[in-house]
């Protein structure tokens, strides 16, 4: 379980240009499911998610997972849990340009140590799941859009993470891979991942796989409720 205390995160603080990305979030996400934050452009989706996924810091208040605080931990202790706990899709899906598909979705795993006939064998699994088995020697600059985002997602699976959070996943596609990445996302959790969203597309805040809608606004929650089937 993760839970925010009155979370602020203020860019730029004193300066003239000064933003107020978040204003004392407070909200607790429970284990399991699909959480959708939701709002427009400037209303603190990314902030947020960027905060839960201990890649940025608040300004002040609480984040704690699962009663652990994180928000005060040394910046080598928020790496371990981010690379164990976490797996991230970002928007523009970030995936690095000259290297094959399969480096790509290896890269993060380095680090922990992982032998690498082991760590092969895991990033060609992913990708036979997600339909790209063939792709694996490909340059990740010759995908469509739709296979750099599955890509995205085998990428944030590699470390067989608790929580995947995806930011905006199907701002780049058409309808029919939007419902594709979100079908995929709906496995995620079903196997009792916990998954997080941000988005303004209806296509993902009306899915009847949503198990929470949560609307920011100016940095502020206007209000959660469970999705109705």
């Known amino acids: 379980m993760i839970e925010l205390h009155t979370v602020s995160k203020i860019f730029n603080q004193g300066l003239p240009n000064e933003c107020r990305a978040l204003r004392e979030v407070s909200v607790r996400l429970e284990r399991g499911g699909i959480t959708v934050f939701k709002g427009p452009s400037g209303s603190g989706k990314t902030t947020l998610l960027a905060l839960v996924g201990c890649l940025a810091r608040p300004t002040s208040g609480r984040i704690t997972l699962n009663g652990r605080l994180l928000s005060n931990l040394p910046e080598r202790f928020l790496t371990d849990i981010r690379r164990h706990t976490f797996g991230f ?3 523009q899906f970030n995936l690095i340009r000259g290297l094959t598909v399969l480096d790509n979705v290896m890269l993060p795993a380095y680090p922990l140590g992982r032998s690498h006939p082991e760590l092969k ?3 060609c699994e992913l990708l036979e799941r997600f339909g790209l ?3 694996a ?3 990740v600059e010759w995908l ?3 296979e750099a985002q599955r890509v995205a997602l085998a990428r944030a699976l590699i470390n067989d993470p608790a929580v995947v959070i995806a930011d905006e996943p199907t701002a780049n596609l058409d309808s029919a891979l939007s419902r594709e990445v979100l079908a995929l996302l709906g496995d995620l959790a079903t196997q009792g991942r916990t998954v997080l969203i941000s988005s303004h597309d209806p296509l993902i805040i009306e899915a009847t ?3 929470r809608v949560i609307e920011l606004h100016d ?3 206007l209000g ?3 999705a109705v089937a």
């Open 121 to 123: 064998s895991a990033a």
């Open 209 to 211: 796989l949503v198990n």
């Open 137 to 139: 020697l490909n340059r």
């Open 144 to 146: 469509s859009g739709g």
């Open 89 to 91: 899709v970002f928007q």
């Open 133 to 135: 088995g063939g792709k």
């Open 224 to 226: 959660a409720a469970l």
């Open 219 to 221: 940095g502020q929650i």
